[in-house]
């Protein structure tokens, strides 16, 4: 059983930046995709941005120029640097990973870090 452990989250005025780190453990098969959604109070979960296994990268049109994913694949680990922060980017932020067969979808969640962006 696959487990994905996020770290980084915490309390940051706007404008400031956080990065999540987000590292898999008990990992047998290989990690396709890895991903960062969020979830605002009273908001549906949304993907928030992707990244393939050869580094193809998508991203929310809300946080295009300001968020970065990326993944160290010896490690593991998927990151998210999130800049300029908004007090509307506040949720809590959980990291998934598509493991297995090539193109399947997300299957394991971790279990989310609290970011809040104050004003």
């Known amino acids: 059983q696959v487990q994905l452990v996020e770290s980084g989250g915490g309390l940051v005025q706007a404008g400031g930046s956080l990065r999540l780190s987000c590292a898999a453990s008990?990992?047998?098969?290989?990690?396709?995709?890895m991903g960062w959604y969020r979830q605002a109070p009273g908001k549906q979960r949304e993907l928030v941005a992707s990244i393939t296994s050869g580094g193809g990268t998508k991203y929310i049109d809300s946080v295009k120029g300001r968020f970065t994913i990326s993944r160290d694949g010896a490690k593991n680990t998927a990151y998210l640097q999130m800049n300029s922060l908004k007090p509307e980017d506040t949720a809590v932020y959980y990291c998934?990973?598509?493991?297995?067969?090539?193109?399947?979808?997300?299957?394991?969640w971790g279990q989310g870090t609290q970011v809040t962006v104050s004003e």
């Open positions: 008990n990992v047998v098969f290989r990690i396709n995709s």
């Open positions: 998934a990973a598509a493991v297995g067969l090539p193109n399947s979808p997300f299957n394991y």
